[in-house]
Nanobody, 125 residues
Framework: VQLQASGGGLVQAGGSLRLSCAAS????????MGWFRQAPGKEREFVAA????????YYADSVLGRFTISRDNAKNTAYLQMNSLKFEDTAVYYC???????????????????WGQGTEVTVSS
């Protein structure tokens, strides 16, 4: 599967953005999806994940209550709705996919086999 992330941009603190991750190829519904981010000088960190059927959602504590992950398997697309953005949310955001992700591994970027190219989010304070 190939992934294309989009929707990043410049937004003021307190604002919102919605990121999209469009997947090409077959069987998008068979992949678990995750969003990660990487700020300058920092390691890539987990943001959110969703199981292949959308039945289970997982969030980093830092975004819980502000971000919402979702997917539309009919459109081969995953989303990350980001509200109440903070300066510290500034990063390049990546979407990732894996078919065999176990529940205990969703936070580990090394468990994901496929990655999008990243979309940059800048939050001005």
């Amino acid at each position: 599967v190939q992934l294309q992330a989009s929707g990043g941009g410049l937004v003021q603190a307190g604002g919102s953005l919605r990121l999209s991750c469009a997947a090409s190829g077959r069987m998008f519904s068979s992949y678990h999806m995750g969003w990660f981010r990487q700020a300058p000088g920092k390691e890539r960190e987990f943001v959110a994940a969703i199981r292949r059927n959308g039945g289970s959602l997982y969030y980093a504590d830092s975004v819980l209550g502000r971000f919402t992950i979702s997917r539309d398997n009919a459109k081969n697309t995953a989303y990350l709705q980001m509200n109440s953005l903070k300066f510290e949310d500034t990063a390049v955001y990546y979407c990732a996919a894996d078919r065999n992700l176990i529940v205990t591994a969703y936070r580990n970027p090394y468990e994901y086999d496929y990655w999008g190219q990243g979309t940059e989010v800048t939050v001005s304070s």
